[in-house]
């Protein structure tokens, strides 16, 4: 069995690595919103639609997000 350090640091690493795939998702958001932008500013009549589609693309690529942060709980304080 690993010693108590090192299989700490082995954990730490683990949800250091999970954490990789919000990178993902930041991206994401950022051009989600610069689209929204562009888009509202071509055409400011259609705002509300534009923004409510922004929203909702933001709230499923946060999705991604907070998942990565839950596995990265789980390999910290379970595994």
């Keep these: 069995m690993l010693t108590g350090d090192l299989e700490l640091g082995l954990k730490a690493i683990g949800a250091g690595l999970a954490m990789i795939g919000a990178l993902g998702p930041g991206i994401g958001i950022g051009l989600v919103v610069q689209g929204a932008l562009q888009g509202i500013s071509r055409n400011p009549d259609v705002s509300g639609q534009i923004q409510t589609n922004m929203i909702l693309g933001i ?16 390999i910290l304080f379970v595994l």
């Excluded at 709230?59 to 789980?74: D, G, S």
């Design 59 to 74: 709230v499923f690529a946060e999705a991604v997000a907070i998942y990565c942060l839950v596995i990265a709980f789980i």
